[in-house]
């Protein structure tokens, strides 16, 4: 392999002429000057280096400026940094990896899909920056989803393969329902079940459409039939008073 050899002193001579040999001198410290000066002016290639010729205690700190590294020429192993702030890059797709106990402090992450599974893929939790939306999902018509704007409203959407209900505002009332035709609505508790309406107020009242909408399923009937059946005991009971007066 080439390399750079500078000028010598070798050929320096004493032959009694000590003005002779002086002058040797200074034109080879004159040679000398002028290689390093060539040298350092950027004549220097790889072909000039030999093998392991540049040890990193020789480069000192910001002294290497360059466009020309070859894809692949710097390995993760040689990369260290103490912050990923130290590193401007478009990240592009990252298909394996963690990161955990990971503290953000004033800041914003915009635009982001997250998501558990890839779509198509259940279960899944998705959190959809198109959508604007919170979900997990069982399959596609099995899902809660939270969403910031449905009709209008936040809501909380239900779905299962025979059922779509939702929680939202209505007005100045919580809407809680299943949509027409499809499944019910069971509250229940292992205490006492109570409803009110506001107790502060004694204007409010518990409403229902009819009372025939009240079914008791351990007496098979409505409280409509069941006040139906007490009335006409009473009037059972009126009749056979009257026929009893003299």
Do not use: C
Request: glycine share 8%.
């Amino acid at each position: 392999m080439p390399v750079v050899k500078l000028p010598s002193m070798d050929d320096v001579q004493y032959n009694g002429n000590i003005q002779q040999a002086f002058d040797n001198i200074v034109n080879g410290v004159e040679r000398i000057r002028k290689t390093q000066e060539w040298l350092m002016n950027g004549n220097v290639n790889f072909q000039n280096i030999q093998a392991n010729g540049i040890t990193a205690k020789n480069i000192s700190a910001n002294s290497i400026e360059t466009d020309a590294l070859v894809a692949g020429a710097v390995t993760a192993d040689k990369i260290s940094v103490e912050e990923l702030s130290a590193i401007t890059a478009d990240l592009g797709h990252i298909t394996a990896g963690l990161i955990e106990s990971i503290e953000i402090i004033s800041s914003t992450i915009i635009g982001s899909e997250i998501m558990t599974r890839n779509f198509g893929l259940y279960p899944r939790a998705q959190m959809s920056s198109t959508q604007n939306m919170f979900t997990a999902e069982a399959s596609s018509n099995e899902y809660i989803r939270l969403v910031s704007d449905y009709l209008g409203q936040v809501s909380l959407l239900i779905s299962s393969n025979s059922m779509f209900g939702q929680i939202r505002p209505f007005g100045n009332m919580m809407f809680i329902n299943t949509s027409s035709g499809s499944g019910g609505i069971q509250i229940s508790s292992g205490g006492d079940l109570e409803l009110y309406a506001d107790i502060l107020d004694s204007s409010a009242f518990v409403v229902t459409n009819k009372w025939s909408r009240f079914y008791s399923d351990g007496d098979n009937e409505t409280l409509q039939d069941a006040l139906d059946r007490l009335q006409n005991q009473i009037n059972n009971h009126e009749s056979r008073i009257r026929d009893l007066e003299p």
